[in-house]
């Protein structure tokens, strides 16, 4: 399972970074407050392709399909159902997205 966020960094560009998922970490078995909670289906929407920010702070799960992301550093990754991100790049460059049947959940923060 992948497990991280996506955040802006001094240079206005976007970058993953790890989250903790041992046991005890601070990110399970806590409750974790989200202000709303929204499931989305809009498949293949070909306007993710270029690049924007998240629109809030939100934790995004995706159920089935795919996504490919990528960032300012040149890295990409690809989640898949039960992958977990923060997406909290609402300033600076943002990100890319490549959907693939994304059936997808996100908790939104604020």
């Not at 920010?53 to 490919?68: D, F, K, M, N, Y």
């Not at 943002?94 to 939104?108: D, S």
């Amino acid at each position: 399972m992948q497990f991280c966020r996506i955040y802006t960094g001094g240079d206005g560009k976007s970058y993953f970074e790890e989250l903790d998922q041992r046991e005890g970490s601070k990110f399970f078995l806590t409750s974790l407050a989200v202000k709303a909670l929204i499931f989305k289906n809009d498949m293949n929407r070909e306007d993710l392709h270029r690049w924007h920010t998240a629109p809030r702070r939100q934790w995004c799960i995706t159920l089935s399909g795919s996504v490919e992301i990528g960032v300012g550093d040149g890295t990409v990754r690809t989640f898949g159902p039960g992958d977990v991100f923060l997406a909290e790049d609402v300033t600076g460059q943002g990100h890319t997205a490549k959907p693939k049947n994304w059936i997808r959940a996100f908790g939104h923060l604020e």
